[in-house]
C-alpha cells in the first residue's frame, strides 16, 4: 500500500511540476533565475462555450446554401494576407483601436441578429489578445448571434494544414 | 465500502489525474522540425535605419525570430533570447528579430521597453512566405554557420532547446 502511494505522489507531483515550469519561463542559465511573467489581454478562454464554432463547423455552414455567416478576420493583416478564410473580411487586430473602429462601423448598419463569425489564430487558444476584445465588442453593441471560431494552435496548424479552403492576398 | 478500499480508488483516480495532466502538456509541446535546407536570403531596414541582410551573417549561428509584440508566448522568449545574444554573441551568435506587426511604432516602444540588443525589422506577407509561412506566432528558425535551416521551431518553446541547439552549433566550425 505504501509503495502505490508513493507511486502516486510521485506522478501526480512530476506532471503538476511540469506544468508549473511550463507555465514560468526562466532564464536558461539556471545560476541567477529570473522569473518573467507578462499581462496578456484578457483571455479568448472567458469567451462562452457555447459561443464557439468549430473549424469543421464553420467549413459545413460556409457551405450551406443559404444563411452563410458573415465572416471577420479580427487579427493582424500580415496573417490574413498570407492566408484567410475565403470570403472573409479583414476588420484589424481586435486589441487596437484601428482594429475596434474598423469592427464598428463594418457592424453599423446590420441587424442585431445577424449571425457573425470572428477569428483571429495568430496564437494559441488563450494567448490570443484579439478574440476577446472583438468578442466583446459585437457584444456590447447588441449583436446576439456572434460566434468565435475556436483555433486551438493556430491558424496555419488548425485551418490550412488540415486542408480547409484559403484565400491569399488583401 | 471500507474504507481501505475508499483509499485505493483515491490513488487510482490520483493517477489518471497526474496522467491526464502530463498528456496535455505533451500535447502542447511546440513543433521541431530538422531541414537543412539554404535559408532564403532577404534584406530589410532595422528599426534603426540599417540595413539587415541574412547572407551577411555566414559565418555565425542566427536565430531568427518571427515574433509580435500582441503575441504573449513570443513576449515571454525575448528575455531569454537578450540574454543568449549577451552569452553567446562573442562566440558568433547572432539573435535576428522580424515584427510580424502590422506598424513598426508598437515594435520600435518594445525594443526600447526591453533593450533588445539585436537588429529587429518589420516583416510582411511575402517574407513569411519565403520561410514557409508565418501562420502563428512565434515561429523561430536556428541557421547554422553555413547559413543552412538547422531547424524550425513552430510555438512557445522552452528556452533550454535553443539554449543546446546553438551551442551545439557554436561547437561546429
Known amino acids: 500500500m505504501k509503495r502505490i502511494c508513493l507511486l502516486a505522489v510521485i506522478v501526480l507531483t512530476l506532471a503538476l511540476s511540469g506544468s508549473a515550469v511550463a507555465q514560468a519561463p526562466v532564464l536558461f542559465d539556471g545560476t541567477n533565475p529570473v522569473v518573467f511573467s507578462f499581462q496578456d489581454a484578457p483571455s479568448d478562454e472567458s469567451i462562452p462555450q457555447a459561443r464557439l464554432i468549430t473549424p469543421d463547423q464553420l467549413v459545413k455552414a460556409l457551405q450551406a446554401a443559404n444563411q452563410k455567416p458573415l465572416v471577420f478576420e479580427v487579427g493582424p493583416h500580415t496573417l490574413y494576407a498570407q492566408a484567410h478564410i475565403p470570403g472573409s473580411e479583414y476588420m484589424g487586430a481586435g486589441s487596437s483601436d484601428a482594429g475596434q473602429q474598423k469592427l464598428r462601423e463594418r457592424v453599423k448598419s446590420l441587424p442585431k441578429n445577424s449571425a457573425i463569425v470572428i477569428y483571429c489564430g495568430c496564437c494559441p487558444w488563450g494567448r490570443c489578445p484579439n478574440m476577446h476584445p472583438a468578442y466583446v465588442l459585437l457584444h456590447s453593441l447588441g449583436f446576439t448571434n456572434v460566434k468565435a471560431l475556436y483555433i486551438a494552435d493556430n491558424f496555419g496548424t488548425d485551418w490550412v494544414n488540415k486542408g480547409y479552403p484559403i484565400a491569399k492576398g488583401d | ?173
Request: include cysteine.
Open chain 2, 1 to 173: 465500502m471500507s474504507s481501505k478500499r475508499i483509499l485505493i480508488y483515491g490513488i487510482v483516480a490520483l493517477c489518471l489525474l497526474g496522467l491526464y495532466v502530463a498528456g496535455r502538456r505533451s500535447a502542447q509541446k511546440p513543433k521541431r522540425t530538422a531541414s537543412g535546407n539554404l535559408a532564403p536570403d532577404f534584406t530589410l531596414t532595422d528599426l534603426d535605419g540599417r540595413k539587415v541582410t541574412l547572407s551577411n551573417y555566414r559565418g555565425k549561428v542566427v536565430l531568427l525570430d518571427f515574433w509580435a509584440t500582441w503575441c504573449g508566448p513570443c513576449r515571454t522568449e525575448i528575455p531569454h533570447f537578450v540574454e543568449m545574444q549577451n552569452q553567446y554573441g562573442p562566440q558568433g551568435f547572432q539573435v535576428i528579430g522580424i515584427s510580424m506587426d502590422d506598424d513598426a511604432k508598437p515594435v520600435r516602444e518594445f525594443a526600447l521597453q526591453y533593450k533588445l540588443n539585436y537588429p529587429v525589422a518589420v516583416g510582411d506577407d511575402k517574407l513569411a512566405d519565403r520561410f514557409g509561412g508565418v501562420l502563428g506566432l512565434p515561429v523561430n528558425f536556428i541557421i547554422d554557420r553555413q547559413g543552412r535551416i538547422h531547424a524550425k521551431y513552430l510555438g512557445a518553446t522552452d528556452v533550454s532547446v535553443f539554449d543546446s541547439d546553438v551551442k551545439g552549433l557554436l561547437a561546429q566550425p
